[in-house]
């Protein structure tokens, strides 16, 4: 079974993660890029005006990718890692799933965060996604457990 952990990470938390997870479960590693990289201002949460703020509050937001297709078909599992932002995914992991063909795939998320745990995330892209095999989810703010493998 071919694995692939393909993650977004806006302060590089997340990609520390999913090296970790990528070494543990064997696995390729793609990095989910935007098109327009977030500056420091953009991911002030703080700020309703902030890039990030204005996304996470329009559902419909899907920021462009700097690759808009991967080419997941040698894989049968793909891991998907994001930070949590206000309790669910960053709008650019929609963004990733509509532009990529995951019929068939197992999916697995897992997620950092600073205090929100990733039930809320993983509800929200079953209900948006439902026709998708999210099959776990699990954040990963201390060691990659081997049950998310």
């Given amino acids: 079974m071919k694995k692939l952990v393909t993650w977004f990470s806006a302060g590089g938390v997340t990609a520390k993660k999913a090296k970790a997870l990528a070494k543990a479960a064997d696995a390729d590693l793609h990095e989910i890029v935007p098109k327009e990289k977030y500056t420091g201002a953009d991911l002030d949460w703080t700020n309703k005006n902030s890039r990030c703020s204005r996304e996470n509050a329009d559902p419909t937001s899907r920021p462009a990718l700097a690759e808009e297709k991967t080419d997941l078909s040698a894989y049968d599992v793909i891991y998907i890692g994001f930070p949590i932002w206000w309790g669910v995914a960053p709008r650019i992991i929609n963004t990733f799933i509509e532009s990529?063909?995951?019929?068939?795939?197992?999916?697995?998320?897992?997620?950092t965060s600073g205090g929100t745990g990733i039930s809320m995330a993983?509800?929200?892209?079953?209900?948006?996604?439902?026709?998708?095999d999210i099959e776990a989810a699990a954040l990963v703010n201390g060691a990659v457990a081997k049950d998310l493998i």
């Fill in 100 to 111: 990529n063909d995951l019929a068939g795939k197992k999916i697995v998320l897992f997620a």
């Fill in 122 to 132: 993983k509800d929200a892209l079953q209900k948006t996604y439902p026709d998708l």
